[in-house]
């Protein structure tokens, strides 16, 4: 947890109580922490469990052929520079529908708010592990930053022919500039990526 030295008692004990409620949520706990202090509130931490052998899918591994799932669309770090610019300066946005605009961080916010917990749930449920030969979380860096970790060693490449992204977060990215067509736009809380056996894949964007 960081937070600014004058952030009052109570905001404090909130943060902690919701971080500790959605971890919870997620059937996990709190085991130890620490608290800094920062110009702006942060919270966060990192998941550690223990799993067999067999149950765990890797960054690496991804095979010719592979077809390639994002679980949520791109788009957070313009569509939420966006909100901050409508609060301190809304005349930067002025081409831009306000209530489009706020419709798109209405849905940022669901999905950073949005576990990908069931993920793996559902995986292990149906078995499907040996038919996901790499996974990762788009969380950190930008799409083509994960990519390129999950195709390190490989010796392969990827084919993209489109991203799916928030709606009015291309047009905001030519406004802000993060790279998102390219890739590059930074994720927080973003979807799964996962490298599926080509095989076994059903093209569900014809249905």
Known sequence: LGLPSDTPEDIAVALLKGFRDLVQSLKSDIHGGHTIQSPWPLIGGTASAILSNHAIITKRGVKAGDKLILTKPLGL?????????????????????????????????????????????????????????????????????????????????????QLPVIPLSPKLDDLFCYGLCDGKSAEIAGPALLAIDGKNFKDVTKI
Not at 95 to 101: G, L, P, R, T
Not at 122 to 140: C, E, K, R, S
Request: hydrophobic share 40%; no cysteine; glycine share 4%.
């Open 77 to 161: 770090h313009p569509v939420m520079a966006a909100d901050r610019v409508l609060k301190d300066d809304p005349s930067w946005l002025e081409a831009f529908d306000s209530k489009e605009v706020l419709k798109s961080v209405e849905m940022a916010t669901r999905m950073m708010i949005t576990s990908n917990a069931p993920i793996p749930r559902v995986i292990h449920a149906y078995n499907l592990t040996p038919q996901i030969h790499a996974m990762t979380d788009v969380t950190g860096f930008g799409f083509t930053h994960h990519l390129q970790e999950m195709l390190e060693e490989s010796k392969l490449g990827a084919r993209i022919y």
